[in-house]
């Protein structure tokens, strides 16, 4: 797999970078930060605009062409800046599951809708002791002669509190089911908060919400929501690529100017090992990232595999840096006004969303290499 950039790839990099300094810079992070999960309208409509949340769709499905390479492209610049807007749980994770499912009008309907940014998608998927399995879904769904509701419990649907509809996997009695709800209608179960990456999230206590059903074939819905999760994992990984980027290159420019015991702190051996390292773990994860978008590309256990194997690293890499970058600053390094405490942040909720280091190590220890069974990666959002 060739991962250098064609012309129109390099033109979408020079245009996010260009967007992202202007729209996330310091002052006007902290008004989108201030403004709440309301505020990103007008960001929103930029991205619309400039056709990225349908970048990473094929042209079958209304997209723009791309895959997984501009999916990376786009969240490796939003990592960089610490971009708030739900462009991983909506235009990635949610519209990459939707559009693994056959075609037909409820389909097509959300597709056409997040791709022209006319609504933003959640899915609540996450139950509380489930991991990230799809075998340990409780929630029910139940048909009766006024429709389809769903019973249980769902947890950390990130982006939910910005969305017009949310996605739920959910128990039936032929196995799971993908069903979409109306975010006003589910809005009275929820409890929404901000996190602790300054993105925003709910969980809901379901009661007899009424839901349109998705998809009932057990098998189809399972599909679907693995592949959503692929993207997202690929995706994430790009994003925290990107925040270790700008956190070394901050504690480079730190330990430039910092002076101690006479001299700048960038003249201390210990410091350019510390330095050297966090590197080095940057460099392992872009690596492995490249790795990890090529597996897309298989199937079963080695996707898996490769996949796990990602996250693994880039989760142990994104703790490292992000630590050492609080570290080498010293006390200011955990202030609000400080940016690199922010990027900590961000990299800290990286490292255990959508399975920690320790769950994809148990993973691919689990899993054969040759296993064609090898267990799907359940989405989390």
């Given at each position: 797999m060739?991962?250098r950039l064609?012309?129109?790839?390099?033109?979408?990099?020079?245009t996010?970078a260009?967007?992202?300094?202007n729209a996330?810079s310091?002052?006007a992070?902290?008004?989108?930060l201030?403004?709440?999960p309301e505020?990103?309208t007008?960001?929103?409509?930029?991205?619309?605009?400039?056709?990225?949340?349908g970048a990473?769709?094929?042209?079958?499905?209304?997209?723009?062409?791309?895959?997984?390479?501009?999916?990376?492209?786009?969240?490796?610049?939003?990592?960089?800046?610490?971009?708030?807007?739900?462009?991983?749980?909506?235009?990635?994770?949610?519209l990459q599951?939707?559009?693994?499912?056959?075609?037909?009008?409820?389909r097509?309907?959300?597709?056409?809708?997040?791709?022209a940014g006319?609504?933003?998608l959640?899915?609540?998927?996450?139950e509380?002791g489930?991991g990230e399995?799809?075998?340990?879904?409780?929630?029910?769904?139940?048909h009766?002669?006024?429709?389809?509701?769903v019973?249980?419990?769902?947890?950390?649907?990130v982006?939910?509190p910005?969305?017009?509809?949310?996605?739920?996997s959910?128990?039936?009695?032929?196995?799971?089911?993908l069903?979409?709800?109306?975010?006003?209608?589910?809005?009275?179960?929820?409890?929404?908060?901000?996190?602790l990456?300054n993105?925003h999230a709910a969980?809901?206590r379901l009661t007899?919400?009424p839901?349109?059903a998705?998809?009932?074939?057990?098998r189809r819905?399972?599909?679907?929501l693995?592949?959503g999760?692929?993207?997202?994992?690929?995706?994430?990984?790009?994003e925290?690529?990107g925040a270790?980027?700008?956190?070394?290159s901050?504690?480079?420019?730190?330990v430039?100017?910092r002076?101690?015991?006479g001299?700048t702190?960038?003249?201390?051996?210990?410091?350019?090992?510390r330095?050297?390292?966090m590197l080095?773990e940057?460099?392992?994860?872009r690596?492995?990232?490249?790795s990890?978008?090529?597996?897309?590309?298989r199937d079963?256990?080695q996707?898996?595999?490769?996949?796990?194997?990602?996250k693994a690293?880039v989760?142990r890499?994104?703790?490292f840096?992000?630590r050492?970058?609080?570290?080498?600053?010293g006390?200011?390094?955990?202030?609000?006004?400080?940016?690199v405490s922010?990027?900590?942040?961000r990299?800290?909720?990286?490292a255990?969303?959508f399975?920690?280091?320790s769950?994809?190590?148990?993973r691919?220890?689990?899993?054969a290499?040759?296993d064609?069974?090898a267990?799907q990666?359940a989405?989390t959002?």
């Amino acid at each position: 797999m060739d991962f250098r950039l064609n012309t129109e790839q390099q033109a979408l990099a020079d245009t996010v970078a260009r967007w992202c300094a202007n729209a996330y810079s310091g002052a006007a992070r902290k008004q989108r930060l201030d403004a709440g999960p309301e505020g990103g309208t007008a960001l929103w409509a930029d991205m619309s605009a400039m056709g990225w949340h349908g970048a990473g769709v094929g042209e079958s499905d209304g997209g723009f062409g791309g895959g997984v390479v501009e999916n990376a492209i786009l969240m490796e610049a939003f990592g960089r800046a610490l971009v708030v807007e739900p462009f991983l749980s909506s235009s990635v994770l949610a519209l990459q599951t939707l559009v693994a499912l056959p075609e037909g009008d409820l389909r097509d309907e959300l597709v056409a809708g997040a791709i022209a940014g006319e609504h933003v998608l959640a899915i609540a998927h996450v139950e509380d002791g489930n991991g990230e399995e799809i075998a340990g879904i409780r929630t029910a769904a139940t048909h009766t002669h006024a429709g389809w509701h769903v019973d249980g419990s769902k947890s950390f649907a990130v982006g939910a509190p910005c969305a017009r509809k949310i996605l739920l996997s959910a128990r039936t009695t032929s196995g799971i089911g993908l069903f979409v709800a109306d975010a006003d209608s589910v809005a009275p179960m929820s409890r929404p908060y901000r996190t602790l990456d300054n993105l925003h999230a709910a969980d809901y206590r379901l009661t007899a919400a009424p839901v349109l059903a998705m998809e009932l074939d057990s098998r189809r819905a399972e599909a679907a929501l693995a592949h959503g999760m692929a993207h997202a994992l690929v995706a994430q990984c790009a994003e925290a690529v990107g925040a270790m980027d700008t956190a070394i290159s901050l504690t480079v420019d730190y330990v430039r100017t910092r002076r101690q015991f006479g001299q700048t702190l960038n003249g201390f051996q210990s410091v350019q090992h510390r330095l050297a390292d966090m590197l080095v773990e940057a460099e392992l994860s872009r690596s492995i990232l490249y790795s990890g978008m090529a597996a897309l590309t298989r199937d079963g256990a080695q996707r898996v595999r490769a996949l796990s194997a990602m996250k693994a690293v880039v989760a142990r890499a994104a703790l490292f840096v992000g630590r050492q970058a609080i570290q080498l600053h010293g006390g200011m390094g955990i202030t609000e006004d400080c940016f690199v405490s922010h990027l900590y942040r961000r990299l800290f909720v990286i490292a255990g969303q959508f399975g920690n280091e320790s769950f994809h190590l148990s993973r691919m220890a689990r899993t054969a290499p040759d296993d064609p069974d090898a267990p799907q990666i359940a989405p989390t959002p």
